[in-house]
């Protein structure tokens, strides 16, 4: 069955970048069919939708307004996995990470991986 | 855009049917058939429980049910359980012309 593994810093500093890595298995991030997610969750914001990336002959991806102008996500076919960059962190942007599959509704989810902004 | 709307909390005894409700606007829930429902237990992340509106996956009981009238998407659960005490949230397709969509502020299911 489709798994996905997340890996990653716990603590970054302000204004740095929150990178976390979302390892798959028993799919191809490459696949026609898959698309790939980020999302977190915190208390202030609840459940927030940050972006996604999928491959339909070309690789497409997708971002929230609220963290466009600061989020990049990355496929790497080499290792079957696909990346978060998250720039200029604020301590606004402490939550939890999860890395998700699905379209339009989210059936696989990572573990989740709580990431701290602050000095 | 705002979350979606949902009751912070609703209770029931075992045995008991409840529902609970996202309210969402004409650009999102009311648009289309999008809405998916999750079950969240403490320091666990989300499951997928309804997709499409109604389509439970494969492995969900069917005391789970979703539906929808107009702007509002409703979760059933039936038969209430004392595992079903957890916390759930709606979501739904946002996205006209760009792709986007919103979760609801989740409501707790508390079974008395």
């Known amino acids: 069955q489709v798994q996905v593994q997340q890996s990653g810093p716990r603590l970054v500093k302000p204004s740095q970048t929150l990178s976390l890595t979302c390892a798959v298995s028993?799919?191809?991030?490459?696949?026609?069919?898959?698309?790939w997610n980020w999302i977190r969750q915190s208390p202030s914001r609840g459940l927030e939708w940050l972006g996604r990336t999928y491959y339909r002959s070309k690789w497409y991806d997708d971002y929230a307004v609220s963290v466009k102008s600061r989020v990049t996500i990355n496929p790497d076919t080499s290792k079957n996995q696909f990346s978060l960059q998250l720039n200029s962190v604020t301590p606004e942007d402490t939550a939890v990470y999860y890395c998700?599959?699905?379209?339009?509704?989210?059936?696989?989810w990572g573990q989740g991986t709580m990431v701290t902004v602050s000095s | 855009q705002s979350a979606l709307t949902q009751p912070a909390s609703v209770s029931g005894s075992p045995g008991q049917s409840i529902t609970i409700s996202c309210t969402g606007t004409s650009s999102d829930v009311g648009s289309y058939n999008l809405v998916s429902w999750y079950q969240q237990q403490p320091g666990k992340a989300p499951k997928l429980i309804i997709h499409?509106?109604?389509k439970r996956p494969s492995g969900v009981s069917n005391r789970f049910s979703g539906s929808k009238s107009g702007n509002t998407a409703s979760l059933t659960i039936s038969g209430l359980q004392a595992e079903d005490e957890a916390d759930y949230y709606c979501c739904s397709y946002a996205g006209s012309i760009i792709f986007d969509v919103m979760f609801g502020g989740g409501t707790k299911l508390i079974v008395l």
């Open positions: 998700a599959k699905g379209n339009y509704a989210f059936d696989i």
């Open positions: 499409e509106g109604t």
């Open positions: 028993g799919d191809s991030v490459s696949s026609n069919s898959g698309v």
